[in-house]
């Protein structure tokens, strides 16, 4: 009897870590996408105020870059290539994309901010990544980006050479999408993507 006593206990202990890693694993990506937004790590940028609280007459120098996954039929580009702003002034900027397929896609969009230094000073008050956007067969359409660079950027240590930011979106196919194309294993990372 002494024998299962431990057994039973190791047992138990043993299905409390299994089921601990399987709840941590279904937390993993909620909880990296807070502490990117909170931090900037990863040139995520930041989602806050509508607006700064102050306009400062040094500007920065925003670039736009628009990628596809391979398997996403879509041409997707930025409407212009970059924008002088100050630091402090809210700005609104236009991504296009069209459908080139013959039937209706569905895509979700990633971002990122490069130099990833600078993550943490650009902040996005209104976006289209992470919901899905669906397309009919040769359809086009215009994605807003609204954001402002927080004028702190210019008094950090670390930070006070940044000139130019890269403003960078990937389209890829949404999960839902690519599961019933049968694109799935060609549908590319989608971080933190959720599907209803």
């Known amino acids: 009897m002494s024998g299962r006593r431990p057994n039973a206990l190791l047992a138990l202990g043993l299905g409390g870590v299994v089921a601990g ?4 694993s279904f ?17 995520t940028p930041q989602i806050g105020p509508a607006v700064s609280a102050s306009v400062s007459e040094q500007t920065v120098t925003v670039r736009f870059n628009a990628d596809t996954n391979p398997g996403l039929p879509w041409a997707f580009r ?21 459908n080139e397929a013959a ?20 902040h996005k008050t209104a976006c289209f990544c992470f ?14 980006v609204s954001f ?26 949404s999960l839902d999408d690519a599961n019933r194309s049968g694109k799935l294993a060609s549908a590319g990372p989608h971080v933190g993507a959720i599907t209803r």
């Open 21 to 24: 890693m399987v709840g941590m």
């Open 27 to 43: 937390a993993a990506v909620p909880l990296y996408r807070m502490f990117c937004a909170a931090t900037g790590y990863g040139g």
């Open 78 to 98: 930025p409407e212009q290539k970059q924008v002088t702003l100050k630091l402090g002034e809210e700005q609104v900027a236009f991504y296009q994309a069209r």
């Open 103 to 122: 039937v209706p896609v569905t895509g979700i969009a990633i971002y990122n901010v490069t130099p990833e230094k600078a993550a943490i000073y650009f």
């Open 131 to 144: 919901n899905q956007q669906t397309l009919a067969p040769g359809q086009q359409m215009q994605f807003p």
């Open 148 to 173: 402002w660079v927080d004028p702190a950027i210019a008094t950090d240590p670390s930070t006070r050479d940044v000139t130019t930011i890269t403003l960078s979106y990937t389209f890829f196919h």
